[in-house]
């Protein structure tokens, strides 16, 4: 069933909180250094992005959703005048961490990880600089 409003900001909300919690995760291990690499966990911290970004988030950004009709969300209202743009960043991000699972799984090694992080970390911005209010 549809979510109504609400339901729908706050599921993507918590969708987007989980994938930036393990691209912490990713980032800590194969960019920061700050923890122990760790194939194991770096793979299923992409599993988990991947989950994510291919879970057919477009059900939901429904009508109501931007931040003119609602303030519990950065969504800005242009998001619903470009369905074009809108599917490009969505497609964006699930082939990039579409991509970065296959190197997890593949044993790609730290630079090939580190390098498809940031083509993910690029498709998340995509979006924020599109449609995300300050
Ligand atoms: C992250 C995260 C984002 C993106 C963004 C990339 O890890 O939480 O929102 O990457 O910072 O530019």
């Given at each position: ?65 931007a931040n ?7 969504l800005?209202p ?57």
């Amino acid at each position: 069933a549809q979510l109504d409003v609400e339901d729908q900001i706050e599921t993507r909300q918590s969708a987007f909180t989980f994938a930036a919690w393990n691209m912490g995760k990713i980032k800590a291990q194969v960019i920061d250094g700050s923890v122990a690499y760790n194939e194991q966990q770096i793979l299923a911290a992409a599993n988990a992005i991947a989950s994510v970004a291919n879970s057919g988030l477009g059900a939901l950004f429904g009508p109501g959703t931007a931040n003119d009709k609602n303030d519990n969300t950065r969504l800005k209202p242009v998001f619903f005048d470009k369905p074009e743009k809108a599917r490009e960043v969505a497609i964006g991000f699930a082939q990039a961490a579409t991509k970065l699972q296959e190197v997890a799984a593949n044993g790609g090694g730290k630079g090939a990880l580190a390098a498809q992080f940031s083509e993910v970390g690029k498709s998340c911005k995509a979006c924020h600089d599109e449609f995300r209010a300050d």
